[in-house]
């Protein structure tokens, strides 16, 4: 990473973790880990992944209470925090978040293959984790999502539609970006967003996603993230998606999260075999805003080895 890190991008030291950075073939990803503190240093990780325009801090405050089980790596996804932007011309489909994590597992923990890993995803993150544990499940032992049921689906008679809204943002590319004077000024604007976050968690989560230039800060996040997706999955491929999950899995259900008054949710719970739902208090970011004891603990419980 040739950037230095802004203050609050990385927890306090007393937090346990570190920096880490992954190579991948055309990106390096980078992310905090927490070291495994149990006794047993032969149990596999966990790789987090976060949601949509968020970073590894999103499990600032989750992971350390999970790290006595096993080594927690919280990873920025590609155009997100630290992590690399995709190459020009290419845009971020849904699909190559989840070719990111086959690379990742294959490349850099590779005795997953004999001993497989947790996955844990919030939201997009969650979204990714769900597709690959269905590809891949010899390679993952437990799966966690939070707020996170599967991927967006359209209709297919909007196929064209969203294509044609996709590239006509694509040729006009995306509005420079705005700078603001401190950080605290872009963690108000955050708390805002179609998730809502307290102030806590605006100043905990923003520093990541900024870079300082001459004047103040901008968002290091890679604007192509707000590019309209060419192509969607329809409700029957995330069916089918869900469907073909064969680790044991957890719901985590915000009681106010964004999934909370979506329908058609039982009808895919229905579909992942065995699914566990626990409800907690909170919203969207039920693990890292306001009380996170209950996700905590729904998790530590499900992923314990004992």
């Not at 149990?43 to 949601?51: E, S, T, V, Y």
């Not at 590894?56 to 996804?77: C, E, G, Y």
């Not at 968690?201 to 004047?215: D, F, I, Q």
Request: net charge neutral; hydrophobic share 40%; charged share 20%.
């Amino acid at each position: 990473m040739t950037e230095s890190a802004l203050p609050g991008s990385v927890p306090d030291p007393e937090a346990g973790c570190h920096e880490m950075h992954w190579p991948l073939e055309n990106l390096t990803l980078s992310g905090l880990t927490w070291p495994n503190k149990a006794i047993d240093p032969s149990r596999p990780p966990a790789i987090f992944l976060h949601g949509w325009l968020d970073n590894a801090m999103s499990f600032a405050r989750l992971a350390p209470r999970l790290a006595t089980n096993t080594t927690m790596h919280a990873i920025d996804m590609a155009g997100h925090g630290h992590s690399g932007h995709r190459p020009p011309g290419q845009s971020y489909w849904l699909m190559d978040y989840v070719g990111d994590l086959s690379e990742l597992v294959e490349r850099h923990f590779p005795e997953s293959e004999r001993f497989p890993l947790d996955l844990v995803g919030h939201s997009l993150g969650g979204i990714v984790c769900a597709l690959y544990a269905a590809a891949f499940p010899e390679r993952v032992r437990r799966l966690v999502m939070i707020d996170s049921l599967g991927a967006l689906s359209r209709p297919a008679r909007e196929t064209i539609p969203q294509l044609r809204r996709a590239l006509h943002k694509r040729r006009l590319g995306s509005a420079a970006p705005a700078l603001y004077p401190d950080l605290q000024s872009a963690a108000r604007i955050r708390e805002g967003g179609l998730s809502p976050l307290s102030p806590e968690a605006a100043k905990s989560l923003v520093p990541r996603n900024m870079r300082a230039v001459p004047g103040g800060f901008v968002w290091r996040t890679d604007a192509r993230l707000r590019h309209p997706t060419p192509l969607m999955m329809t409700e029957e491929q995330v069916k089918a998606s869900l469907s073909a999950i064969q680790t044991p899995t957890l719901f985590v259900r915000a009681k106010e999260g964004l999934l909370a008054s979506r329908g058609g949710l039982d009808s895919r719970a229905d579909l992942v075999p065995g699914l566990q739902t626990v409800d907690v208090p909170g919203g969207h970011h039920c693990h890292l805003d306001g009380e996170i004891t209950p996700v905590a603990e729904a998790i530590n419980r499900f992923l314990s080895y004992g």
